[in-house]
């Protein structure tokens, strides 16, 4: 039986956790049916280094952003930068953007502005715009809906909240990305979210070198893996993988208009 196609919608592969072996990753990856992939910059160099990778990988594309870890350092310059970048051939979305009100590694006013920041950047350039969202639900929601992200177009990526805060995203007019998490035999909300969001809004990523599939936690997570992730939530939803992987691609192609 041949793999079914699949597209990582989250992955890190220009990170120096890939820098030694990222011909194999790629590889692996095609070989597991992962024929997409969207890397995702973090901040101005990370994001310059999906660029450049999506510039010489025919299956890889590129997101930039400022995450909101790095969002205190996001000053004038910094935000000239992405504007630049984000207009670079194969640059197919803005993020990765958002909140993150665990880990609070930037000042919570300087998350928030870089957030609206670049969720006009996205409104601008036309792109659809990867949010990043831990701990702060009401808050991303909240700046979401008042840059009406739905005519963007966007991901809620890492979903990690419950059913009711995915339909408000589903409201919004977001898709939803569950990554290796909806694995772990603890999950507890995320098996419902995945029985709940339509198949026509649903994608599945890894989130790569982070969040590993269980059978992998602990390691370095990969590409390769995303068929773990995918079939668990086939699993969870009654469907073929079959079916479902290239249906989620297509709507992964589709909002962030790749071949
Ligand atoms: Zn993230
Ligand atoms: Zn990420």
Not at 44 to 64: D, F, K, P, Q
Not at 182 to 205: G, H, K
Not at 213 to 239: F, I
Request: hydrophobic letters at 45%; aromatic letters at 4%.
């Amino acid at each position: 039986m041949s793999a079914p196609e699949l597209f990582d919608t989250h992955a890190h592969l220009h990170f120096p956790d890939f820098a030694d072996d990222l011909p194999a990753v790629l590889a692996r990856a095609r070989a597991a049916g992962v024929s997409r992939l969207l890397t995702i910059g973090a901040d101005v160099e990370t994001s310059a280094a999906a660029v450049a990778l999506a510039a010489r990988e025919a299956n890889v594309w590129a997101a930039v952003g400022i995450h909101p870890h790095d969002a205190g350092e996001a000053d004038d310059g910094a935000l000239a930068e992405i504007e630049r970048l984000a207009t670079a051939p194969r640059v197919v979305a803005v993020g990765e953007i958002g909140l993150d009100f665990f880990r609070n590694l930037s000042p919570r006013d300087a998350q928030e502005r870089t957030l609206r920041h670049l969720l006009d950047l996205a409104r601008r350039v036309g792109k659809p715009a990867l949010i990043h969202c831990r701990d702060a639900h009401e808050e991303t929601l909240a700046i979401l809906g008042e840059a009406r992200v739905g005519e963007v177009g966007g991901i809620m990526h890492c979903f990690s909240g419950d059913v009711t805060i995915a339909r408000r995203c589903l409201d919004l007019g977001l898709t939803i990305s569950l990554a290796g998490p909806v694995t772990y035999p603890n999950a507890r909300a995320l098996p419902d979210v995945a029985r709940f969001v339509p198949a026509d809004r649903l994608v599945v990523e890894t989130d790569c070198p982070y969040l590993p599939p269980q059978g992998h936690r602990g390691q370095r997570n990969e590409p390769a893996y995303l068929p773990l992730t995918a079939a668990r939530v086939a699993e969870l939803r009654g469907e073929p993988l079959a079916t479902l992987g290239p249906r989620m691609s297509d709507n992964a192609r589709r909002l962030l208009r790749v071949a």
